[in-house]
């Protein structure tokens, strides 16, 4: 046996009392060390290089000599360590992207919106009178192309988005009852999903809406202080009073699935576990996920670093509570830290950050292809329309520079395969070209991944039946 080298980009190791578990970058793979593999890394981390010889003069009085080959040979195959006279592998080979298998389609079918929130980043955004509805045939169009690009898939969805996508229901309405037909035809599930305001929700909408199981996400950003500094009506108004009694009305008769509600996290909004407490404690909300703004286009709405801090603390509150309640074999509605958890357990190994412009394509009012929803009525070129297809060529040289980390900072970083660069549009948005990585909050996304692996690791170890009931059903719901 040669010299070999810690292949240290491809492990994280996180101490629990007299416990060791090593996080595997590569698969995004959790493994609790024994005593001998926890001496070898050890070995390994104090020496750099290690021979047979300093093998053999430090472990094999302990361990019976086959027993160690076995592990190093094992951990050599899992890429931890290496022959120092190779190269150490950390990424696959970026890929040339032939096919786009979508199974998600998403329809902007109304840029009008009755509010004005401050923060909004939708830059086709007009006012209701002003708003360009999309029309039927475009939506089908959508559906139709969804279907050409991805057939025989059992599952599809549909997400209605906007402006206010509430304000364009007699397409929703004519959307839903074409898929269920169609998709039924094919022996397929499709689901559909939307984000609202819900100022303009009513019984029959939400009857409606319980009849065909749609995933309702509510945009709500905490208590009426809070929720009233931005998120107001044309006129100026703040918004919570009737969003509230909208949401009482809502949770109190929908049925078909949990309700979320996703908070925007603006500068001088920071209190999130105060936020958290109302909305899931008080008002009753399934879930609650937070989104910091960081880089919008009004640059006066945008987290500074130290309020990004003391939103990274606060999700470690709540992530200490989601643990707590996890050992008790309860759920915790923490978005953020569910998602991460989800992550960890199916043991997610992100090439991409997300499936936009490969699972997911964005409709804008005229038909046209767009990265993900953030994108349409942005400066971004298109990839394309509904009617002619993907510009396959433009998309997949968009996603082939994303994929290649050579160079970007991302190549050895160790929540690369979890973060896999960050937002597209955080990207744009902040530095105008969604193919460069998001490095403004870089540290700090690496700090809360090394949390969750914590306290997934600890979950693992003493409540591991927590994922079966409460995260792996997350995914079907």
């Given at each position: 046996?040669g010299?070999?080298?810690?292949?240290?980009p491809?492990?994280?190791l996180v101490n629990?009392?007299e416990r060791?578990?090593?996080f595997h970058?590569p698969t995004s793979?959790?493994?609790e060390?024994?005593n001998?593999?926890?001496?070898?890394?050890?070995?390994?981390?104090?020496?750099?290089?290690?021979?047979?010889t300093?093998i053999?003069?430090?472990?094999a009085?302990?361990?019976?000599?086959?027993?160690l080959s076995?592990?190093?040979?094992d951990?050599?195959s899992?890429?931890?360590i290496?022959?120092s006279t190779?190269?150490?592998?950390y990424?696959?080979?970026p890929?040339?992207i032939?096919?786009?298998?979508?199974t998600?389609?998403?329809?902007?079918?109304?840029?009008?919106?009755n509010?004005?929130?401050?923060?909004c980043?939708?830059?086709?955004?007009t006012?209701?009178?002003?708003?360009l509805?999309m029309?039927v045939d475009?939506?089908?169009q959508?559906v139709?192309m969804?279907l050409k690009?991805?057939p025989d898939?059992?599952?599809y969805n549909?997400v209605?988005?906007?402006?206010?996508p509430?304000?364009n229901?007699?397409?929703?309405?004519?959307?839903?009852?074409?898929c269920?037909r169609?998709f039924a035809?094919?022996?397929?599930?499709?689901?559909?999903?939307?984000?609202?305001?819900?100022?303009l929700?009513?019984?029959?909408l939400v009857d409606?809406?319980?009849?065909h199981r749609?995933g309702?996400?509510?945009s709500?950003d905490?208590p009426?202080?809070?929720?009233?500094k931005n998120?107001?009506t044309?006129?100026g108004?703040g918004?919570y009073d009737?969003v509230?009694?909208?949401?009482?009305m809502?949770l109190?008769?929908?049925?078909?699935?949990?309700?979320?509600c996703?908070?925007?996290l603006t500068?001088?909004?920071t209190?999130v576990?105060?936020?958290f407490n109302?909305?899931?404690h008080d008002?009753g909300f399934a879930e609650v996920g937070?989104g910091?703004?960081t880089?919008g286009d009004?640059?006066?709405f945008?987290l500074?670093?130290?309020e990004?801090?003391k939103?990274f603390?606060g999700?470690?509150?709540l992530g200490r509570?989601?643990?707590?309640a996890?050992l008790?074999?309860?759920n915790?509605g923490?978005?953020n830290m569910h998602?991460?958890?989800?992550?960890?357990?199916?043991?997610?190994?992100?090439?991409?950050?997300c499936g936009?412009?490969?699972?997911?394509?964005?409709?804008d009012k005229?038909?046209?292809?767009?990265?993900?929803?953030r994108?349409?009525?942005s400066d971004?070129?298109l990839?394309?329309d509904?009617?002619?297809?993907?510009?396959?060529p433009?998309?997949?040289s968009?996603?082939e520079?994303r994929?290649d980390?050579t160079?970007?900072?991302?190549?050895?970083?160790?929540?690369?395969n979890?973060c896999s660069?960050?937002?597209?549009?955080?990207?744009?948005?902040?530095y105008?070209?969604p193919?460069i990585?998001s490095y403004h909050?870089?540290?700090l996304?690496?700090?809360?991944?090394?949390?969750?692996?914590?306290?997934?690791s600890q979950?693992?170890?003493?409540?591991p039946?927590?994922f079966d009931?409460y995260v792996?059903p997350?995914r079907?719901?």
């Open positions: 046996m010299s070999l080298s810690l292949v240290k491809n492990i994280h629990l009392k060791t578990m090593l970058v793979g959790l493994f060390l024994d001998m593999g926890r001496d070898v890394i050890d070995l390994f981390s104090n020496e750099g290089e290690v021979t047979a300093m053999k003069d430090n472990l009085g302990r361990y019976a000599a086959g027993e076995e592990l190093l040979e951990l050599k899992m890429q931890v290496h022959d190779g190269v150490a592998a990424n696959p080979e890929k040339k032939e096919n786009f298998p979508l998600t389609v998403v329809l902007n079918v109304n840029t009008g919106c509010l004005s929130c401050t923060y980043y939708k830059e086709d955004l006012t209701p009178s002003a708003g509805k029309e475009t939506a089908i959508s139709e969804l690009e991805s898939q059992k599952q549909v209605f988005f906007g402006g206010e509430l304000s229901m007699p397409l929703i309405r004519e959307v839903v009852a074409y269920e169609r035809d094919l022996e397929a599930r499709v689901d559909f999903t939307m984000t609202t305001n819900a100022t929700l009513n019984e029959e409606w809406f319980n009849e749609f309702l996400t509510i709500m905490g009426k202080a809070m929720h009233d998120r107001i044309v006129g108004q918004t009737v509230k009694k909208k949401v009482d809502l109190s008769r929908y049925t078909a699935r949990p309700v979320g996703r908070v925007t500068k001088g909004i209190d576990e105060t936020i109302h909305l899931y008002l937070f910091p703004v880089s009004i640059a006066e945008n500074s670093g130290e990004m801090e939103v603390e999700q470690k509150v509570k989601y643990l707590e996890a008790q074999n309860k915790f923490f978005g998602q991460l958890m989800t992550d960890l357990h199916e043991g997610t190994k992100k090439q991409l950050p936009a412009g490969v699972g997911l394509l964005a409709v005229e038909g046209g292809l767009n990265l993900c929803h994108f349409t009525g971004q070129p990839f394309g509904v009617e002619k297809g993907i510009d396959k433009a998309l997949a968009f996603i520079e994929l980390r160079g970007k900072g991302c190549e050895t970083c160790r929540i690369r979890i660069g960050g937002c597209y549009h955080e990207s744009y948005a902040k105008g070209d193919a990585p909050y870089c540290d996304l690496r700090d809360w991944v090394d949390f969750g692996v914590e306290i997934y979950i693992m170890l003493e409540n039946g927590f009931a792996s997350r079907g719901a």
